[in-house]
């Protein structure tokens, strides 16, 4: 028999990470009366999830340690339809083969964060198309849709923004999301026992909707509770940077520039981070605070996020692969770095580019530099050769060396035979890779 445990939405609270509850008071005598079943959703919008996903996966992973089983729904069947929730234009409707093959992706994914092996409350990976996916039209237009009233449904904030916003309006096929979205909590809570729907602030609309028709189909009490969408303090979209989205799969976003991505977090951010995107306690975290402001110097609350951020979505060896990387790079001395970390630094962790052998001896050092995007000129390049300033794979270039491209890049001299690792100054790297 599992034991509950009842400071969950207590830790939930400290931890900012309550946005909006249904029946206070009662959801939380609910969750702590016996183990129960909750779920979230995330539909195939791409490939990959990305870190704005975190939240919530960790969240189901916060009630699962609390003695609850979580289901991570993916949404086969809204994915083909898109959420219009806060959106200013209508999705692109994507086909049927390649939201599948996402959905494949995606379920491997959240598979990474919650538990499916651990007893009574181990967790399960559900598609809403194996239910959705079957209904009759008109069975569901008569069974379900008679329980919407289009006039509340206008009124629900994420609808009425598309609909006031002149030029834009919302599709038919949008407008439903909101009913099927509430028909995966009602057929839920009818397969599986589910009581409680989580889910970002955005989605208070669609989890009142379901908590309502399982109310009138399945006469059952159930709940919703959301968690605030993540800001940063500088009003910049969180999950961006200036080389894209921030993926959960490495194959996207690199582990090294993971941990950049969160070594790179600003004071006033890096805190409630901590809380929202680590198992660190609320204690240990308000420590971690005073401790950086007693020291009045560098800040030790970034490098702890990003290790612990990094470990839960890219494991030990993701871990340890971004902090031999960044240590490279930060000591000037790259022969630690295997295979796999060059590729990583050619995927996101640098500036790169292709290197061509053949033309090597018709340009000067200071010219495939500066084409290179090392340095505004070649005169620059020419000034750091003076300094010795110039490192290709650990070895320093001079002014000698200024028409001796060839030498410097010889096959014999790269790293796993292709990879050219230079470095100009003190902090400017680029990677060159020989096809």
């Known amino acids: 028999m599992i034991v509950v445990n009842k400071d969950l939405i207590a830790d939930l609270r400290a931890r900012g990470l309550i946005a909006q509850m249904s029946s206070d008071e009662e959801l939380e005598k609910h969750l702590n009366e016996s183990p129960r079943t909750l779920y979230c959703g995330f539909d195939p919008t791409a490939d990959s999830l990305h870190i704005g996903s975190l939240v919530p996966l960790l969240t189901l992973k916060r009630f699962q340690l609390a003695g609850h089983k979580p289901l991570a729904l993916v949404g086969g069947a809204t994915g083909l339809i898109g959420d219009p929730s806060f959106k200013a234009q209508e999705r692109k409707l994507n086909t049927p083969d390649v939201v599948a093959g996402w959905v ?26 194996d239910w959705i996916g079957s209904i009759n039209v008109l069975d569901f237009l008569r069974d379900v849709g008679k329980h919407f009233a289009v006039n509340a449904m206008i009124q629900k904030e994420s609808v009425k923004q598309r609909i006031e916003r002149e030029g834009e309006g919302i599709s038919y096929t949008e407008f439903t999301y909101m009913i099927l979205q509430s028909y995966d909590f009602a057929e839920l809570n009818r397969r599986n026992a589910c009581t409680l729907q989580i889910g970002g602030s955005d989605q208070w609309g669609n989890i009142t909707g379901g908590i309502d028709l399982s ?37 996207k976003t690199s582990p090294y520039a993971f941990y950049q991505f969160w070594l790179n977090t600003a004071d006033a951010d890096v805190y409630k981070f901590l809380r929202y995107f680590t198992f660190l306690s609320p204690a240990e975290i308000d420590d971690i605070e005073a401790a ?3 020291a009045q110097g560098r800040p030790e609350a970034q490098g702890i996020l990003a290790r612990e951020v990094t470990r839960l979505v890219h494991g ?45 001896a018709d340009i000067p050092l200071t010219q495939l530099l500066a084409d290179a995007g090392m340095a505004a000129s070649g005169k620059q390049v020419k000034d750091a050769l003076g300094r010795n300033a110039v490192v290709i794979n650990g070895v320093a270039a001079g002014a000698a060396d200024m028409m001796n491209s060839p030498a410097l890049f010889a096959s014999e001299s790269a790293r796993f035979g292709r990879f050219y690792l230079v470095k100009l100054g003190k902090k400017k790297y680029h990677l060159f890779v020989a096809p």
């Open 104 to 129: 494949n992706k995606i379920r491997a994914q959240v598979s990474q964060f919650i538990d499916f092996d651990c007893g009574e409350n181990s967790a399960e990976v559900v598609n809403n198309l």
């Open 215 to 251: 109310r009138r189909l399945n006469r059952a009490h159930v709940f919703g509770l959301t968690l605030p969408l993540v800001t940063k303090a500088d009003g910049t979209k969180f999950g961006k940077t200036e080389a894209g989205t921030i993926w959960l799969d490495p194959a």
């Open 292 to 294: 950086d402001k007693a």
């Open 316 to 360: 030990d060896a993701g871990l340890a692969a971004a902090q031999r990387i960044t240590e490279a790079l930060f000591s000037g001395n790259d022969e630690g770095l295997s295979e796999d970390d060059y590729q990583q630094l050619q995927l996101d962790g640098l500036p790169s580019s292709t290197l061509d052998r053949t033309t090597l």
